[in-house]
């Protein structure tokens, strides 16, 4: 039986999932599921066992699992003693964009996790606080949503994911790891992507510069970001927009053509897609 590929919902601009403390009965656990997403899940009480790539691993209070996407797993929480769990989810691309040092990722414990096929920690008493409170703190913004709540979210889940590098490093058993997630084509894409999303691009374009295949392009980069390309390029458009909205007195049909639309049609089916407005009304509500 192939396992069950668990979609994601929301807005595509912010590829994160939470689900917060909620108590797991074997009734309500999805079977063999893998998703792009990657995901942590910390245990706060509890006991059962959690299947992770041919593993079966025991789940009890302070264990921290790191699933990276792609993945097959699924939960099995004891009847008697449920779990009570943390799970966060999200697109790589959102806490590794923006890279400053090409020698660290913040992704390194996922990179860790894959290679060595190793997905459970033993999580000590003095990191539970820490791990808890960035959860409770991610929780609470993306319950509250007020101004600059993804930031705030970025933020914390960087924070959380680099004190979890530092503590597990090693226990990375000495190995050179290549820290860099994804590979080189796929960065450079998604950097010239972000600087000039006006331009038009292709799949095509990408994969002979990449020298891949058109489907391994749009594998890798959907697993990287949660989009395909199509959307990411609309997304980061978009995103361009609102600011010339804000920031600029052009009229909505030069900002769109400023952000590569060639149709007003379409830049308005777009917008109002990831916004739940129209640009004329973003720029007054503003």
Known sequence: MEPFRKPFYGDPLFPFHIIHRTVKFPQ?????????????????????????????????????????????????????????????????????????????????????????????????????????????????????????????????????????????????????????IGPSWIKNALFEIDANPERPYSLASFADIASVSESHFSRVFKQFTGMNLTDYVNAKRIIRAKELLLISDENVSNIAEMCGFTSIPHFHRIFKTLTNTTPSAYRKNR
């Open 28 to 180: 309500n656990e999805l079977p063999d599921h893998l998703h792009d997403f990657y995901e942590l899940v910390y245990i706060h009480e509890g006991s059962g066992s959690f299947f992770i790539d041919k593993t079966l691993y025991t789940k009890k209070t302070g264990n921290l699992f790191i699933i990276p996407g792609n993945t097959v797993h699924h939960s099995i929480p004891d009847e008697t003693n449920p779990i009570i769990s943390t799970a966060v989810f999200f697109a790589p691309a959102l806490a590794d964009a923006g890279t400053y040092d090409d020698s660290y990722s913040l992704l390194q414990c996922f990179d860790f996790a894959r290679k060595h096929k190793h997905f459970k920690f033993e999580i000590p008493d003095f990191l539970r606080g820490t791990i808890e409170d960035a959860m409770e703190v991610i929780h609470d913004e993306n319950l509250r949503q007020q101004q600059g709540y993804r930031t705030a979210i970025r933020l914390e889940l960087g924070k959380l994911l680099l004190q979890l590098n530092r503590y597990l490093n090693p226990q990375f058993t000495n190995q050179v790891l290549d820290n860099k």
